[in-house]
């Protein structure tokens, strides 16, 4: 099944309120006395040609928690599209910071596999192949694209749920 822009954005509204399941969620914060981010990043494009494969950088490497799979995570993102350099979003914009199950199938693939390791504070760069965002097709806005995201986690929360990896 195809994520796509609205889903995402539906989700962030969502968890915004108050969440889409039975459990309870605790609201992730950030681990004591580590250093988040403040503002928004300014993303620019990679040189070279589109990668095949997710590609990572740690533009910062936070000192706080370490994120694992089936752990709520809450992010800030900016999103730009690779081939035109444009931003297409952020949530940045409304200061309300994106919370998803890390491996849960809540995200993008390649925000699942992308994020894996990175610790509160910290601020990555992800070019994600349409493979591992939104499909290869060109069909919505960003199926068939490679996709830049710079994410910062700026808190985990919420007690880690069972993630099925047989799937």
Aim: with cysteine.
């Amino acid at each position: 099944m195809r994520r796509t822009v609205a889903t995402l954005l539906a989700a962030v509204v969502l968890s915004a309120c108050a969440g889409g399941s039975d459990e309870p969620r605790t609201a992730p914060s950030p681990s004591a006395n580590v250093p988040v981010a403040t503002a928004k990043p300014k993303v620019t494009k990679p040189s070279g040609p589109a990668p095949k494969d997710l590609v990572t950088e740690d533009i910062t490497v936070g000192t706080g928690a370490a994120v694992i799979p089936g752990q709520v995570v809450s992010v800030h993102y900016v999103l730009m599209e690779f081939d035109s350099g444009k931003e297409v979003e952020s949530s940045w914009a409304s200061n309300h910071p994106f919370q998803f199950t890390l491996g849960g199938g809540d995200v993008i693939e390649g925000w699942d596999k992308g994020l894996l390791g990175m610790r509160v504070g910290g601020r990555r760069q992800l070019v994600i192949p349409p493979r591992l965002g939104y499909g290869e097709e060109p069909d919505g806005a960003l199926g068939g694209k490679t996709l830049v995201f710079v994410v910062d986690v700026v808190g985990t929360g919420g007690a880690p749920a069972v993630v099925d990896d047989q799937q």
